[in-house]
């Protein structure tokens, strides 16, 4: 059997199990990466044939030979065997079970297989309980604090199930969903250590539950732990390191892993949306962009992901791009979470802040843990000037994800507001470290330690030479490098900064003050260096202008000729008017 047709047949097997436990994300994400196995050429017909997104150029762009993948995807290198299916001793109960759970009545499923000694049985039993538990305590939030609010509602089931788990595991009796649970619960209770260790366990002897693994990554907050992991090699553990190396900000290790995937899933979105992610956190625009046009060609109603592609928009100000995006997903399906963010996108390039944070809330009433959302409303309030209710929302984010820079830099923002530049600075610090190659959030710490109550203008130095170094697309970096240089009285320093800014001005065909600035700087340099040819030809440029440059020009002009003369000068006819 070939590596592709073998992958087939594990996923469609996968599939069936995991529904049958009722694992329906595990078994929407198994379903979606089974369509999406490349085809065999010889099979090709214009019906099944679709266009192969992208792929080449990622692959020209991030191959490296550091990363190691399984050896060919699709053949598992230990051996997995296929779960044995228990209907006999489950039966109708089960399916009764099965059927309460399906309509959200999690206690009636539990109580109808309270006798029942399955392993199907007891892990849907033990499911139901600590989904009807969830269900509970998101009830008693709503209740004592409101949807937005804090509390510290529990769990009430999360014992129970973890005794009766931790009794099956040390008897040897528990099977690889059991597992899952078992870490799931663990999770929940801050047992990390136990908890990365069962997961572990679930998925080297049940590889194709995404649940599980994705609980596993979240339990992975560094590459020592990540690393640390004792793996078996099958073609999943590659699905599983490139969204670690994403979540761990390693988006181009992240990168060489889908582009190796997609060697067997060539058709997979998932994959596609993976890749737009990881270029996303790049800054590379255009090419999201594109793969996020050709998912919804794909895939019209897709809705997730989507609020990335929407972020997107709004930072290139593709203003009818985004209103045709929020419509769709309105039409599509308007109270999910990703359309609600999408909507507030919408209202925020419009200048509605009020109504942009209505869509905020909305999308958090959906998902109080839906982190962008909170990070978005944060920026609401900052435009709308309402620092404490922006420092909230941050707060909030940091609490769901201590990992998302874009919280922490907002915090720093917000702070600096309020005229607090240490507290700003210490936001500051920790989104570059979370994200040091931004060169957005370089430039907030100088720019915040050159604020009048610091004035630590060498920290900023520093700050202003990262940003540089870091593909600055806003062009700040170098004209503060070298104003600040200036200030500081390092002439030379200043002018080599206000050459490369000149230099990169002219590339990109801009114009402005910022090279009226620097042509003159470097016209009186040269001057006082006595080097009045390259003097001359800043000045001659400066002549271009209409403003109060135009004079000054003229002035240095006649100060150089006197000098090379050797006596004062008042003939200015040669000059142009």
Excluded at 155 to 160: D, H, I, P, T
Excluded at 397 to 412: K, M, S, T
Excluded at 473 to 494: N, P, T, V
Aim: glycine share 4%; aromatic share 12%.
């Amino acid at each position: 059997m070939s590596s592709k047709e073998s992958c087939r047949s594990e996923l469609r097997t996968a599939i069936r199990q995991l529904s049958d436990r009722c694992l329906y994300s595990a078994s929407k994400w198994a379903a979606e990466q089974l369509v999406g196995i490349e085809l065999d050429p010889a099979k090709f017909t214009p019906s099944n044939t679709r266009f192969q997104r992208g792929s080449s150029s990622i692959r020209r762009r991030y191959r490296t030979n550091e990363i190691a993948s399984t050896p060919i995807a699709g053949i598992s290198y230990v051996s997995t065997p296929a779960m044995e299916e228990d209907e006999l001793v489950d039966g109708d109960f089960y399916l009764l079970a099965k059927s309460y759970f399906d309509c959200r009545e999690y206690k009636r499923a539990a109580h109808v297989l309270r006798d029942q000694t399955g392993n199907k049985s007891l892990f849907l039993r033990c499911y139901a309980l600590y989904l009807a538990g969830e269900k509970r305590k998101e009830e008693e939030m709503i209740e004592l604090e409101g949807p937005l609010g804090k509390s510290d509602a529990e769990n009430r089931e999360l014992v129970a199930v973890e005794r009766e788990l931790s009794t099956l595991r040390k008897n040897g009796t528990i099977d690889p969903f059991g597992l899952y649970l078992y870490g799931l619960v663990l999770k929940e209770k801050g047992i990390e250590n136990l908890a990365r260790t069962v997961l572990l366990e679930s998925v080297n002897s049940y590889p194709w539950n995404w649940n599980a693994w994705s609980e596993l990554q979240s339990l992975c907050t560094s590459i020592d732990v990540l690393n640390s992991l004792n793996l078996n090699n099958h073609w999943m553990k590659d699905f599983f390191f490139a969204s670690a190396y994403q979540e761990l900000r390693m988006h181009y290790e992240s990168l060489v892993k889908y582009e190796y995937l997609q060697g067997t899933f060539g058709f997979s979105n998932y994959i596609q949306a993976q890749i737009a992610k990881a270029q996303y956190s790049l800054r590379e625009f255009d090419q999201v962009e594109a793969i996020f046009e050709d998912l919804l060609r794909n895939d019209p109603y897709r809705v997730e992901d989507m609020d990335m592609y929407s972020n997107v928009l709004y930072a290139k100000e593709c203003f009818s791009a985004l209103s045709y995006l929020a419509h769709r997903v309105f039409m599509t399906d308007k109270y999910r979470p990703e359309s609600c963010c999408i909507i507030g996108n919408y209202y925020s390039l419009k200048g509605q802040h009020e109504k942009s944070v209505m869509y905020f809330r909305r999308a958090l009433k959906l998902n109080k843990n839906y982190l962008s959302a909170w990070t978005l409303m944060g920026h609401e309030f900052v435009e709308m000037k309402n620092t404490p209710a922006a420092v909230d929302a941050y707060r909030r984010a940091v609490d769901i994800n201590p990992c998302d820079y874009r919280a922490w830099y907002g915090l720093g923002q917000a702070y600096e507001m309020m005229g607090m530049p240490f507290y700003a600075l210490y936001y500051f610090r920790k989104s570059v470290f979370l994200q040091p190659n931004d060169s957005r959030l370089w430039i907030a710490m100088a720019q915040c330690y050159e604020t009048e109550q610091l004035r630590m203008l060498e920290e900023a130095i520093k700050c202003y030479r990262r940003a540089a170094n870091c593909n600055d697309r806003e062009a700040i970096a170098l004209h503060q490098l070298a104003k600040l240089h200036c200030e500081l009285g390092r002439s030379e320093e200043a002018a080599l900064y206000y050459r490369k800014d000149l230099e990169r001005m002219e590339v990109e065909e801009r114009e402005g003050p910022n090279m009226v600035e620097a042509l003159l700087y470097l016209a009186t340099y040269y001057k006082a260096q006595k080097r009045f040819e390259e003097a001359e030809v800043y000045c001659t440029r400066l002549l271009d202008y209409t403003g109060p440059e135009k004079e000054t020009a003229k002035s240095l002009l006649r100060g150089m000729r006197s000098t090379q003369s050797g006596f004062p000068s008042m003939d200015v006819e040669h000059l142009p008017p």
